[in-house]
């Protein structure tokens, strides 16, 4: 395998230059210090036919364990105005349409996901644990970002359209 060496440009660049240089339709993230479990991609292309993004569950280890409390199976626009939904490293999706804005750098995947919703990308979550997502002190998970997170449901859900809001689950 080719090893790709991208200068520290941010990580929003560096995904878009990644992004560039793949050669599939679908691509899956991994952030460096998270686990996959080994059935993960099996389970996935299961659904990813018949959604755009498909998500999992996960467990926490480092800082924080347990799980999160995040909508599972078909994701509905309403969801994503109370919490980022999908799990970064959990993630495969179909690559048309993505671009990560440098302008949400440290929410840069939630921006991704309200992006796709306005572009009418369907988003699902495997309600089965599939990724270990490491929690530790400089973890965005931390709240730190919440000024962010706030102005970030504000700006751009806020804009979603009657027709985008039915079949709020839980």
Known sequence: ??????????????????????????ICLL?????????????????????DVVGSDCRYFGKKFGSP????????????????PVI?????????????EEEWEGLDDYNLWVNLLHQGKEFYNVPEILVYHRIHGKS?????????????????LTRLSVDECVGLES
């Open 69 to 84: 409390r995040i909508f599972l199976g078909k994701l509905t626009a309403p969801m994503f105005s109370f919490q980022n």
């Open 31 to 51: 952030d460096v210090d998270d686990r996959w479990v080994p059935q993960k991609l099996e389970k996935q292309l299961t659904y990813i036919n018949d959604y």
């Open 88 to 100: 970064n490293s959990s993630v495969m999706m179909k690559k048309n349409g993505v671009h990560w």
């Open 1 to 26: 395998l080719p090893i790709l060496s991208f200068p520290h440009k941010g990580k929003s660049k560096t995904l878009n230059e990644l992004l560039a240089v793949s050669k599939y339709d679908v």
């Open 140 to 156: 965005y998970f931390n709240h730190s970002n919440e000024d962010l997170s706030q102005r970030l449901r504000r700006v751009k």
